[in-house]
């Protein structure tokens, strides 16, 4: 029975080791293993693993070279500005275009991890702008849009 | 009972679903989900999910723009030429750089999972070579490399 609870509330052992907390760029905690640093350029394209803690989502921000994410475990959103947020879960890829303002993150009650790969680094690294609202998180996370 | 037994031989479901057989370059049965054909350019960059049956590898090849792994499940080799194989696991990162002949695939007697980024594809495809002969997959894979 306590087997059997425990498989229902971690069905799903996560990939990579859980990396340090981000000091910047979010609200709540993430934890961020950056799995190719790319120190050299030779890849033009950094591969990093993030886990979102309940609630946790970072700062609006876009790519000049755009960014994917492959979705690994728990429950998470994406929204790109003006847009409906998307719900994500395990399985899920999704692609940014670069220069699209956008966040991602946990959903309020689950944690979320995604794998996420800044392809064209040598074009820059992200653009950070505003943090998102407990209002814009609400809204995205809480309204119509669960699929 | 029943419960358990499937645990113990099935500990990780697969991320992403099975894709379609490779047709070409494989020995064996290869299953390739590509994730982010990227066929507009935008990214420059191709993400693909793999499932090697076991004994399966792709034949010796390169990548102009490099290539990067991200082992999920199963137990697997990568091999450079002239080089002893490594011997991968779930949580493994490999890092190929442009124009290094090698191969991967599963162990003998276990199936095996990667996830495969392939950046820069603006500077072009893999060069496909020869397939890894059976003696050449044995002493990779039988060898005293098993770390």
Same mark, same amino acid.
């Given at each position: !029975?306590?087997?059997?609870?425990?498989?229902?509330? !971690?069905?799903? /052992?996560?990939?990579?080791? /859980?990396?340090? *907390?981000?000091?910047?760029?979010? $609200?709540?905690?993430?934890?961020?293993?950056? &799995?190719?640093?790319?120190?050299?350029?030779?890849?033009?394209?950094?591969?990093?693993?993030?886990?979102?803690?309940?609630?946790?989502?970072?700062?609006?921000?876009? =790519?000049?070279?755009?960014?994917? &994410? #492959?979705?690994?475990?728990?429950?998470?959103?994406? *929204?790109? /500005?003006?847009?409906?947020?998307?719900? #994500? *879960?395990?399985?899920?890829?999704?692609?940014?275009?670069? *220069?699209?303002? =956008?966040? %991602?993150?946990?959903?309020?009650?689950?944690?979320?991890? %995604?794998?996420?790969?800044?392809?064209? $680094?040598? /074009?820059?690294?992200? $653009?950070? &702008? #505003?943090?998102?609202?407990?209002?814009?998180?609400?809204?995205?996370?809480?309204?119509?849009? %669960?699929?």
């Amino acid at each position: !029975m306590e087997q059997e609870r425990r498989r229902i509330r !971690m069905p799903n /052992k996560e990939v990579f080791p /859980k990396g340090s *907390q981000a000091v910047a760029n979010f $609200t709540g905690a993430a934890f961020v293993n950056m &799995l190719v640093p790319d120190g050299s350029g030779t890849y033009n394209c950094q591969v990093y693993d993030v886990i979102f803690e309940p609630g946790c989502r970072n700062d609006w921000h876009s =790519h000049p070279g755009g960014q994917i &994410l #492959l979705c690994t475990d728990g429950i998470g959103y994406y *929204q790109e /500005k003006d847009q409906p947020a998307r719900r #994500l *879960q395990r399985g899920d890829v999704v692609e940014i275009p670069p *220069q699209v303002e =956008h966040w %991602h993150g946990a959903a309020p009650d689950s944690s979320f991890t %995604h794998i996420g790969i800044s392809p064209n $680094t040598r /074009k820059g690294g992200a $653009t950070w &702008l #505003l943090p998102v609202t407990d209002e814009e998180y609400q809204q995205a996370t809480g309204g119509n849009n %669960h699929v």
